[in-house]
């Protein structure tokens, strides 16, 4: 079970960093992934980490600004976002994946945590 947390509002040019914690002792064996949905608009890929947190992987819209790290010993992951833009605004998914590596679609992810809201205001 993935629990997010760490939305919330922020001006465009602010930061926010979002955590996702599991209760799941398997946790670093899995692949993780962040994801995110605007209204009206299908999931998108965000940042992925390996199992290990050495291989990292953004989508182009987030690279240089955004940033995901993981604590196997805490189980969780957490995306650093940086100079934000009204457009991040979506609510923000964690997943979780065994057997793909840094994988962009969303439907090989297999585990997904609530949700937290990210509003970006310009």
């Known amino acids: 079970q993935l629990q997010a947390s760490g939305g919330g509002l922020v001006q465009a040019g602010g930061s926010l960093r979002l955590s996702c914690a599991a209760s799941?002792?398997?946790?670093?064996?899995?692949?993780l992934g962040w994801f995110r949905q605007a209204p009206g608009k299908e999931r998108e890929f965000v940042a992925a980490?390996?199992?290990?947190?050495?291989?990292?992987h953004y989508a182009d819209s987030v690279k240089g600004r955004f940033t995901i790290s993981r604590d196997n010993a805490k189980n969780t992951v957490a995306l650093q976002m940086n100079s934000l833009k009204p457009e991040g605004t979506a609510v923000y998914y964690c997943?979780?994946?065994?057997?793909?590596?840094?994988?962009?679609?969303?439907?090989?992810?297999?585990?997904w945590g609530q949700g937290t809201q990210v509003t970006v205001s310009s």
């Open positions: 980490i390996s199992e290990n947190g050495v291989i990292t």
């Open positions: 799941d002792r398997t946790f670093s064996t899995y692949a």
């Open positions: 997943a979780a994946t065994f057997g793909y590596i840094l994988t962009t679609i969303a439907s090989r992810y297999a585990y």
